[in-house]
């Protein structure tokens, strides 16, 4: 006792208490850990932790853990599909292979993510530019490897293979590609402030995030029916298929409609097994939510991920495991960049569809910042965040081009860790650090890397599916920002949304159905050369994602259709239809007035008289 008292006391008299743990009210841990009593009056408040509270380093490191858990499955699935299902190819045996592009994706996630959330000031840029220029966002916004590029990768690298350019020489051609694209965007963040905000305004960041979510629940949902490939590939199962094509047999095993990422479970999509695993993260969720602490509240997902984890570890389907040890075991213990080498090369038909993928994630990246500004309680209207912007835009082009040095797929800003920040109340840029320091470390301890993959793709849906929905929040929010009186504002959001949730929903107007490449009926390119198909290639992807082609429309609405006439503002009492085709609302205003005198200007604005009086009017 007296050994621990003496101690206690040299720990506190260092400092090192505070800096570890925390000191003051924030970090009052027997409070923060009480348990919740539902429906009680008097509970404790979930504590907010803004962008430059000083977490310690426990909170900061648990804080960032979660992070990282809620990225690891979307950043590792690009490098990881590209090198099994392309680059390797079936029958699949380059288990070293697979293993080291889940490293580098991991380590470069980290290091991007670092420089992102730092914000660095480039020297002497306000001479050149007349204004400071910045590399990253300073926010806690997150880099890893980005879906954008996935499909592209995957055609062009297809289609170098079947030149007899080997897997691993095409994967370095795409990696030298990328880097020539990301100047692109090196461009778009130069741009002034102003032209940013011109281009970029309220609306246009509102459409971006709302779609983005939208896209991001349906690949949680996709993972927490089993897999996305078999997700995808789940049509194979239909009994028309299977009859009239197969034969009583599937239509081909490769890719396959029974998924594979659970363990050595192998069941067809949507299974009632998958579904439950998935099911416990979210029940878990809500437990927390009634019954968990203060700090049980702010760790939510991690707590539940590890739930499902232990669910899916304790069950087994006829005797098969649901998590798969091998993956471990086949993990080096130590690995890092460059032990494995493509080269750097070029590959012109790709170039077109890049540039258009660029162009996707720029619009993604100012739709993430901008969430990232809203779950942080952030203002949009601040010098700060045409900063931010700009420095988001210009860390997304630089890590991209440091990603193909580090042998990995371009990165990008990751808009579901919006929906960790909203849930966890932590926006403090240390567990943006943190994330960093995790994921380099999952990296480098490829043992680790080894745990991560074998998480099945259920569980992993389970708590995405969350999470995701929580960014499409973030964008219903930043709509309840506009003025959704106006009429210019609601048709530029109802044009975009409609064909982006449109394609969304069903993209399959526009893209190809997997493993069924050049034949969708909008431009079918089986027969065109090589710069055509990439082309082709470059509209499809940009037509069939939602968030993009949805911001894009947003984007050209907004610098086409003038504003609504001065001191006319709808009242949300007062449906445009009541007045029926007219388009100007001064001309109908004129009509009342000389039918009757009794109703002026006024009546039809904000600052109007009662609802009675609204209704006389209409």
Same mark, same amino acid.
């Given at each position: 006792v007296g050994i621990f008292f003496v101690c206690d006391k040299c720990f506190n008299s260092m400092g090192l208490k505070s800096k570890i743990l925390g000191d003051g009210e924030g970090y009052d841990y027997h409070s923060l850990c009480m348990p919740t009593v539902p429906w009680a009056k008097n509970k404790m408040p979930v504590i907010f932790y803004p962008l430059d509270e000083p977490l310690p380093i426990m909170l900061s490191l648990i804080m960032g853990l979660q992070h990282a858990f809620a990225m690891?499955? @979307? &950043?590792?699935?690009?490098?990881?599909?590209?090198?099994? #299902?392309?680059?390797? @190819? #079936?029958p699949f +045996?380059?288990?070293? &292979? $697979? $293993?080291?592009?889940?490293?580098?994706? &991991?380590? +470069?996630?980290?290091i991007s993510t670092f420089i992102n959330v730092a914000q660095f000031k480039i020297p002497f840029s306000e001479m050149v530019f007349k204004r400071p220029i910045y590399i990253g966002s300073g926010l806690l916004s997150v880099m890893g490897t980005s879906f954008t590029f996935l499909p592209i990768f995957e055609i062009a690298i297809r289609t170098m293979m079947m030149d007899g350019i080997s897997g691993e020489d095409a994967y370095g051609k795409m990696l030298g590609t990328s880097m020539l694209c990301a100047l692109l965007e090196v461009a778009f963040s130069l741009l002034p402030g102003k032209v940013l905000q011109r281009v970029f305004p309220p609306v246009v960041t509102a459409v971006t995030v709302t779609l983005l979510g939208i896209v991001l629940v349906g690949t949680g949902m996709k993972y927490w029916g089993g897999g996305v490939v078999c997700a995808e590939m789940i049509w194979k199962e239909h009994s028309q298929v299977v009859d009239s094509v197969g034969f009583g047999m599937p239509v081909s095993d490769v890719p396959s409609a029974i998924c594979t990422g659970n363990g050595k479970v192998q069941l067809p999509y949507g299974s009632p097994e998958y579904i439950g695993l998935g099911f416990s993260v979210l029940c878990f969720l809500v437990v927390i939510e009634l019954f968990g602490s203060t700090f049980m509240k702010n760790c939510n997902v991690i707590l539940a991920l590890l739930f499902g984890y232990f669910v899916a570890g304790v069950s087994n389907y006829d005797g098969e495991p649901y998590v798969n040890s091998q993956n471990i075991k086949d993990a080096p213990v130590v690995d890092f960049l460059w032990t494995q080498w493509f080269g750097i090369g070029l590959y012109a038909p790709a170039i077109v569809p890049m540039l258009i993928a660029y162009i996707v994630t720029t619009v993604e990246t100012i739709g993430d910042v901008s969430a990232t500004h809203e779950v942080s309680q952030l203002s949009t209207d601040t010098k700060e965040y045409t900063h931010r912007i700009q420095g988001s835009l210009m860390a997304d082009a630089i890590c991209s081009m440091l990603a193909s040095v580090f042998t990995s797929m371009p990165n990008t800003t990751f808009s579901q860790n919006n929906g960790v920040i909203s849930m966890t109340k932590c926006a403090s840029r240390r567990a943006g650090y943190a994330t960093g320091f995790w994921l380099i470390l999952m990296g480098v301890f490829a043992k680790i890397a080894g745990?991560? +993959?074998?998480?099945?793709?259920?569980v992993l849906g389970g708590m995405t599916i969350f999470l995701f929905a929580n960014v499409f929040v973030s964008g219903i929010s930043l709509f309840g920002k506009l003025n959704m009186k106006s009429r210019r504002i609601r048709f530029i959001s109802s044009m975009s949304l409609a064909v982006g949730v449109g394609v969304t929903v069903w993209p399959w107007a526009f893209q190809d159905m997997r493993a069924s490449a050049y034949t969708a009926a909008f431009w079918e390119c089986g027969d065109c050369n090589e710069f055509m198909k990439g082309v082709r290639n470059g509209v499809s992807i940009f037509l069939s994602t939602g968030y993009c082609v949805g911001s894009v429309i947003a984007i050209l609405l907004n610098l086409i259709i003038p504003e609504d006439p001065e001191g006319v503002v709808v009242d949300g009492s007062i449906h445009w239809s009541i007045i029926g085709n007219e388009l100007n609302a001064k001309d109908v205003l004129e009509d009342i007035k000389d039918k009757k005198n009794e109703v002026d200007d006024d009546d039809f604005s904000e600052k109007g008289k009662s609802d009675e009086d609204d209704i006389s009017v209409a």
């Open positions: 690891v499955g @979307g &950043l590792i699935t690009p490098p990881y599909v590209v090198m099994k #299902f392309t680059v390797d @190819g #079936f +045996t380059n288990i070293e &292979l $697979q $293993q080291y592009a889940i490293v580098a994706a &991991l380590i +470069t996630s980290g745990v991560i +993959t074998s998480i099945p793709d259920s």
